[in-house]
T-cell receptor, first 109, second 114 residues
Framework: GQQLNQSPQSMFIQEGEDVSMNCTSS?????WLWYKQDPGEGPVLLIA?????ELTSNGRLTAQFGITRKDSFLNISASIPSDVGIYFC?????????FGAGTRLTVKP | DTGVSQDPRHKITKRGQNVTFRCDPI?????LYWYRQTLGQGPEFLTY????????KSRLLSDRFSAERPKGSFSTLEIQRTEQGDSAMYLC????????????FGPGTRLLVL
C-alpha cells in the first residue's frame, strides 16, 4: 500500500479559488512528482522536483520539494473547471516509486 | 497523449481465464514499469524492466502474474487463472534511467473479472 500521506482527501472549491495540497513521508525521497488523473485515464505528469527546497511552476501550478526531503506541496491558483480530477503525489528513489492516495478536486463554476 | 500506449483499454473476463496486456513505451526510454491501481487508491508498483531485464518484482505480483519485455521495447503482462480480486486498472509507465528520472504513464487497461 501507499507509504505517503496525502491531504486533504478531497476538496470542493469555487472556480477562481486557490488550492493547496500536500504530501508527507516517513522516508526520504530524491525526487517528488505530482500527477493528475482523470477518470478512466492514466496519471499525467504535472511537475517534477529533483532538489530539496526546489520551487517549480507550471502555469497556474506551483510545487515545492521540502527541505527535509520528506514532504512536498502543490498549489493551484485561480482554479478553473478543467482542474477537476484526482491529484497524486509520488516520491521516487532509483527504481522505487510510492504514491499517495490522491486528492480529489471538485471545482464549482 | 504521453507517448505510452496500452492495449486493450478495457477487458472483461470470467474467473479462471488468462488475460494478457500490452504496453508500448516511449521509444527512447529504457525503463518500463507496471502498476496496479484499485478504486480510490494511488498506483501500486508491480514490476519493472531495464531494457529486457526484469530487475524487481513486488510481493503483490503473485505466481499467476508474469511480465516480459523480450526485445527491450514493448512489454506484456499476463495474468493466469484470473480471480475477482484481480479486477483493477493496470498501468504501464516508461522512463529513462539516470539523473532526474521521471515516469510517464499510459492510459491503462481496466480489467473486470466476473
Amino acid at each position: 500500500g501507499q507509504q505517503l500521506n496525502q491531504s486533504p482527501q478531497s476538496m470542493f472549491i469555487q472556480e477562481g479559488e486557490d488550492v493547496s495540497m500536500n504530501c508527507t513521508s516517513s522516508s526520504i525521497f530524491n525526487t517528488w512528482l505530482w500527477y493528475k488523473q482523470d477518470p478512466g485515464e492514466g496519471p499525467v505528469l504535472l511537475i517534477a522536483l529533483y532538489k530539496a527546497g526546489e520551487l517549480t511552476s507550471n502555469g497556474r501550478l506551483t510545487a515545492q520539494f521540502g527541505i527535509t526531503r520528506k514532504d512536498s506541496f502543490l498549489n493551484i491558483s485561480a482554479s478553473i473547471p478543467s482542474d477537476v480530477g484526482i491529484y497524486f503525489c509520488a516520491g521516487h528513489n532509483n527504481n522505487d516509486m510510492r504514491f499517495g492516495a490522491g486528492t480529489r478536486l471538485t471545482v464549482k463554476p | 497523449d504521453t507517448g505510452v500506449s496500452q492495449d486493450p483499454r478495457h477487458k472483461i473476463t470470467k474467473r479462471g481465464q488468462n488475460v494478457t496486456f500490452r504496453c508500448d513505451p516511449i521509444s527512447e526510454h529504457n525503463r518500463l514499469y507496471w502498476y496496479r491501481q484499485t478504486l480510490g487508491q494511488g498506483p501500486e508498483f508491480l514490476t519493472y524492466f531495464q531494457n529486457e531485464a526484469q530487475l524487481e518484482k513486488s510481493r503483490l505480483l503473485s505466481d499467476r502474474f508474469s511480465a516480459e519485455r523480450p526485445k527491450g521495447s514493448f512489454s506484456t503482462l499476463e495474468i493466469q487463472r484470473t480471480e475477482q480480486g484481480d479486477s483493477a486498472m493496470y498501468l504501464c509507465a516508461s522512463g529513462r534511467w539516470g539523473i532526474q528520472e521521471t515516469q510517464y504513464f499510459g492510459p491503462g487497461t481496466r480489467l473486470l473479472v466476473l
